[in-house]
């Protein structure tokens, strides 16, 4: 079973009001509306972040992704679609974050059965 993280803005000890207009407006209210699903955000997310060379902010959002039901293979085909449009650079770059985002999620799953072996 994946651990759910927290949708919450990381900057909560440098600027708290911007924290808290992040976590209510943006985590607590646009991932929330029916219209698209959590996984459908993810997409579209990691689709925009990619496009514009935010490379900051496409490692907690490739994770999210993956937590909300995007497959590795649809993440690959995603940023080898964008190639064409957004440009090399970005692909490869958005390539060395998902390789990492999906060794983390192996090791994390990894983690989390070893847990649950010590526990059983």
């Given at each position: 079973?994946?651990?759910?993280?927290p949708?919450?803005?990381?900057w909560?000890d440098?600027?708290p009001?911007?924290t808290?207009?992040?976590?209510?407006?943006?985590?607590?209210?646009?991932?929330?509306?029916p219209?698209?699903?959590?996984?459908d955000?993810?997409?579209?997310?990691i689709s925009?972040l990619i496009a514009?060379?935010r490379?900051n902010?496409?490692?907690?959002?490739?994770k999210?992704?993956?937590?909300?039901g995007?497959t590795?293979?649809?993440?690959?085909?995603?940023?080898?679609?964008?190639?064409f449009?957004?440009?090399w650079?970005?692909?490869?770059t958005?390539?060395?974050?998902?390789r990492q985002?999906?060794?983390?999620?192996d090791?994390?799953?990894?983690?989390?059965?070893e847990q649950e072996n010590?526990?059983?």
């Amino acid at each position: 079973m994946t651990t759910q993280t927290p949708m919450r803005a990381p900057w909560g000890d440098i600027a708290p009001d911007l924290t808290e207009i992040s976590d209510r407006v943006l985590f607590d209210d646009i991932w929330q509306r029916p219209a698209l699903s959590p996984r459908d955000r993810s997409l579209v997310t990691i689709s925009a972040l990619i496009a514009l060379y935010r490379s900051n902010e496409l490692p907690f959002h490739m994770k999210k992704a993956l937590e909300n039901g995007v497959t590795r293979d649809e993440i690959v085909e995603v940023i080898t679609h964008l190639a064409f449009y957004s440009g090399w650079p970005t692909a490869s770059t958005a390539l060395t974050i998902a390789r990492q985002a999906f060794a983390d999620a192996d090791q994390n799953r990894t983690t989390s059965k070893e847990q649950e072996n010590a526990n059983a």
